[in-house]
């Protein structure tokens, strides 16, 4: 078993559409900087990556890069996948949760939940979406998303016992 842990923090902007699981939210304003801004994808692919004790989302997709400016995130989530299934784990379960002021999660929080699982392969109850306001912290311009993830090792199947000879 590993466990990875993930953390990231986007700032709001007016004018651009704001992802949060791979879902377009209804709202005034996005979260601006590296890629599309997917604060809970970023911290997802951050926890599996640090699960394998490997380069951080930022050694591999450095925000520098005019490559990475808007795609998608889900292109990160998909590498980190990758190289858990190189190294021979599987995810067994995800939680997470999200400091921010506005849009409340609640309503979208389904909808969130199951564009994880279909990025990722899990069923529902394997994925915590969680959600809270950032009282006291001063950060109501900014989404911030905590996430830990646990892998285990893939049972290779074993091979097939011979026949003993009566
Ligand atoms: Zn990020």
């Known amino acids: 078993m590993r466990i990875g842990y993930g953390w990231d923090s986007h700032e709001f902007k007016r004018g651009i559409p704001l992802r949060i699981?791979?879902?377009?939210?209804?709202?005034?304003?996005?979260?601006?900087?590296?890629?599309?801004?997917?604060?809970?994808?970023?911290?997802?692919?951050?926890a599996l990556l640090g699960a394998m004790a490997g380069p951080d989302i930022g050694s591999l997709f450095p925000p520098?890069?005019?490559?990475?400016?808007?795609?998608?995130?889900?292109?990160?989530?998909?590498?980190?996948?990758k190289r858990v299934a190189q190294?021979?784990?599987a995810v067994v379960n995800l939680d997470s949760?999200?400091?921010?002021?506005a849009p409340k999660i609640g309503p979208h929080a389904a909808a969130i939940r199951a564009s994880v699982c279909a990025l990722m392969d899990l069923s529902p109850?394997?994925?915590?979406?969680?959600?809270k306001t950032p009282e006291g912290m001063g950060t109501d311009n900014a989404a911030i998303a905590h996430v830990a993830v646990l892998l285990e090792k893939v049972q290779k199947k074993a091979p097939a016992r011979r026949k003993t000879a009566k």
């Not at 949760?97 to 002021?101: D, S, V, Y």
């Open 21 to 46: 699981g791979g879902v377009t939210l209804p709202y005034p304003k996005g979260l601006g900087g590296h890629s599309d801004g997917d604060v809970l994808l970023h911290a997802i692919t951050d």
């Open 64 to 81: 520098s890069d005019p490559q990475w400016k808007g795609a998608d995130s889900a292109v990160f989530l998909r590498e980190a996948l």
């Open 87 to 89: 190294a021979g784990y």
């Open 97 to 101: 949760t999200l400091i921010l002021l």
């Open 125 to 131: 109850d394997c994925v915590g979406i969680k959600a």
